[in-house]
């Protein structure tokens, strides 16, 4: 049934009908098995991947994305999820993550500018207990996100073949 939730993440607009026939299953058992699936909350919501670069350039500079490193502080009983599960309550987190390397979490961030980043990390973020230090990177420009590349595809430079 693992394939029935790869199909749903790599196009959540395929219909059950379509799922069922890709997968030579039963319609019942494929509607079944995802409403299951959304009750106990493995599958959390369906998106779509928007390239807001391609819509209007002023669209794309309303938001700012950042990818903030957060060094932590480890507490006995509760490592480093406490601050993780605090972080990810703020509305400009958009992921959190828990990394091997250098930092211990790394988060994703947007604001309508590089100013209400830069604000959000130094009142907001670096001031949690335990959170030691951060590092920002800006993202300057997005190639591929979330399984979907933005460039447009390469004009087919191969000679036509003629009867």
Known sequence: MREILEL???DSALSHD?????LGLPVEEVSARIAEWEAAGVIRRYKAVVNWEAVDDT??????VAFI?????????VGFDDVALRISRFDEVRSVHLV???HDLRCTVVGRDIRAVSDFVSQRLSTIDRVQSTATHFVLKTFK???DVFAEPEPDHR???TP
């Open 8 to 10: 749903l993440e790599r």
């Open 145 to 147: 996100r979330d399984g």
């Open 100 to 102: 091997s390397g250098g």
């Open 159 to 161: 000679l036509r073949v």
């Open 18 to 22: 379509t799922i069922a026939t890709m």
């Open 69 to 77: 490193d957060v060094a932590v502080a480890p507490a006995r009983g």
């Open 59 to 64: 669209i794309a500079r309303e938001k700012v």
